[in-house]
């Protein structure tokens, strides 16, 4: 809140302070959310005799990343349920129908939106990022156990602690580096910062795998695969600032096609979310080659087994190497974004306003980048933790005495294992339809509210009579606690009734699979919705001009039919999108912790 109020009052001078004081406040949530992962994951490590038996602890340990995620799928399904709702209410009922400004204290909205900023892109992205932290950790030290019962070096199993402990420091290097000007475009200042993060932290990776790693003398082929993770971080960077910035295609695109109203608006951008998925399944195979590969170069060096998997693992730790820096910019967004609600409801300068505007459309990009950078480690790890899952299996068959005990095979060919599969492709589409639809409820109680306030007291319009904020943010509140409540229990219940019915290797279909769909899905959903966001700033900002060069800016039929694009992609990109991140990683922490159940 003091990171807003301080954005506001350092707009009204330039936007070069206003940009560091909101990186600086997004950076308070970035290092303490990394940090907090790294502390609870190293503590819980030394709590369960990590250094006495460190071939037990890694898998004694998971349960902390059980908690994480489970939290953090609440978190961030209420959160997103809360901050879109009230979005949908105070767009529809404020800008389209009543006519007035963005964050107009008119609008009763407008609290409960400014609010939900801070709900779901602070708290709930947050959660995210520290269950993801966490849980990918605590599947790297167990595939490093592995390597350790051949190597007795307990190094391969605190690597994952170390290497993200040096990308902790490079994120804060990066960030306090950060120096924005006037003439530069912000989004050029922050990908800066970054790129030093980046640098940094390949210098971190190489030092670390080559004085821990260094088995036999193979250690440069992980440091490869530790940079394979990082460039990939980057490569999302990129994917996702070519889909969601005003300055390229996919948005531009969005923006023309408003001209003719909002079916062709909503049309194009779909369109541009199904597009998204080419590149980012190409970046994420990639990334999983390469880092395989270089990681059966190890193994044919050294002649030690299991490199191909570890060689995964070291470059999803490399991808997690910037999540403070990345975080940061993601609370980056919603302070500037409310520094633009304070800015309005005080009255500011039209200047102040713009400066603001102008960030925060920078803002709605990085917002865009964490989801993006979140998904992506999502699939990266994915594979980790599934092998992490084959790895537990295996261990619980061999103490059972059950033949074969090597369970690395997962045979489709089978029909419980195939439904197993089909039933985790289908979870993620019903609990996607259940988060928006949850928008969908809350946001129609909201827009009632609304109306009713502007037609029962007229003196709100005329700036004579104060709107009732605390009644929207009770309705607002309620919603998302009550419409939370399916879309969570399935998350949590489905994966174990398959894995208690139909037994572990269904169980590893449908952690596989629905992997594989919630990835793509939520892919779609984030830079659709992104796009169509940052089509509607792309009007605002004065930038579509019609045939003859006229401008097509605000309240015009082209910005109002953007709107409503912006309102339909909200829930994507806010709720189920990032929702999606946590289910993929909730269902690999269910079946880690819940495996003695499906054997």
């Avoid at 120096?179 to 971190?204: D, F």
């Avoid at 990082?230 to 994917?239: E, G, H, M, Q």
């Avoid at 409801?345 to 865009?368: F, H, I, P, Q, W």
């Avoid at 829930?571 to 922490?589: E, N, Q, R």
Wanted: hydrophobic share 50%; net charge negative; proline share 3%.
């Amino acid at each position: 809140m003091k990171s807003n109020l301080r954005t506001a009052a350092a707009a009204q001078h330039s936007v070069a302070d206003a940009l560091r004081i909101a990186l600086r406040g997004g950076a308070v949530s970035g290092i303490l959310v990394v940090g907090l992962s790294l502390i609870g994951v190293f503590g819980m490590f030394i709590a369960y005799g990590g250094f006495a038996n460190p071939d037990q602890a890694p898998f004694t340990i998971v349960g902390f990343g059980f908690g994480a995620s489970f939290v953090a799928l609440f978190a961030q399904l209420g959160g997103g349920i809360y901050t879109k709702a009230a979005d949908l209410g105070a767009d529809l009922v404020g800008k389209v129908e009543a006519g007035i400004p963005e964050d107009d204290p008119r609008n009763a909205a407008v609290i409960a939106d400014l609010v939900g900023d801070n709900v779901g892109d602070c708290a709930g992205r947050g959660a995210d990022l520290f269950e993801s932290t966490a849980a990918e950790n605590i599947g790297a030290m167990i595939l490093g156990v592995a390597i350790y019962t051949v190597t007795h070096n307990v190094a391969w199993i605190v690597f994952p602690l170390v290497v993200r402990g040096f990308g902790l420091i490079a994120s804060v290097i990066g960030i306090f580096l950060v120096r924005g000007n006037e003439r530069q475009s912000p989004m050029t200042t922050l990908n800066i910062g970054y790129y030093i993060t980046v640098a940094l932290s390949i210098a971190g990776m190489f030092l670390v795998t080559n004085s821990m790693l260094n088995e036999k003398g193979g250690g440069m082929w992980f440091f490869y695969a530790g940079v394979v993770g990082i460039l990939t971080s980057l490569a999302f960077v990129f994917i996702t600032q070519y889909y969601t910035a005003g300055t390229w295609r996919p948005v531009k695109e969005i923006a023309e096609a408003a001209k003719t109203g909002p079916a062709t608006t909503i049309i194009s951008g779909v369109a541009v979310g199904f597009e998204t998925t080419a590149s980012s399944a190409i970046a994420i195979a990639i990334a999983l080659f390469l880092s395989h590969w270089f990681g059966d170069q190890w193994g044919a060096q050294t002649g030690l087994p299991h490199g191909g998997i570890y060689g995964t693992a070291v470059a999803t730790m490399g991808m997690l190497m910037s999540a403070a820096f990345i975080l940061a910019e993601d609370t980056f967004g919603p302070i500037t974004d409310n520094a633009g609600g304070v800015a309005t409801m005080a009255r500011a300068s039209e200047e102040t306003r713009l400066r603001t505007d102008r960030l925060d459309a920078v803002g709605n990009t990085t917002k865009a980048l964490t989801k993006g950078y979140a998904v992506g480690s999502a699939a990266l790890a994915a594979f980790l933790l599934f092998s992490a899952y084959l790895d537990k299996v295996t261990d619980l068959r061999k103490a059972a005495g059950i033949t074969p005990a090597d369970f690395h095979v997962v045979d489709l060919a089978k029909v419980d294992v195939f439904l197993g599969g089909f039933l985790g492709a289908m979870l993620v589409y019903l609990f996607s339809s259940l988060a928006i639809r949850a928008v969908g409820k809350a946001g129609s109680a909201i827009i009632e509210e609304v109306r009713t306030q502007f037609r029962e007291h007229p003196g709100i319009m005329a700036g004579t009579e104060r709107p009732d904020y605390g009644r929207v943010v009770d309705i607002t509140t309620a919603s998302a606690l009550r419409n939370m409540i399916a879309p969570g229990l399935l998350a949590v219940l489905a994966p174990v009734v398959v894995g208690v019915l139909l037994k572990a290797e269904a169980e590893a279909a449908l952690l596989m699979v629905g992997t594989m769909a919630g990835v793509i899905l939520a892919t779609v959903l984030n830079n659709g919705g992104g796009a169509w966001d940052n089509a509607k700033k792309y009007i605002e900002s004065g930038a579509l001009k019609d045939d003859q060069g006229r401008v097509i800016g605000k309240g015009t039929p082209a910005h109002a039919a953007a709107v409503v694009g912006d309102t339909v992609g909200d829930p994507f990109k806010d709720t189920a999108g990032p929702s999606l991140h946590v289910l993929i990683k909730l269902l690999s922490t269910i079946t880690l912790v819940l495996a003695p159940l499906f054997i």
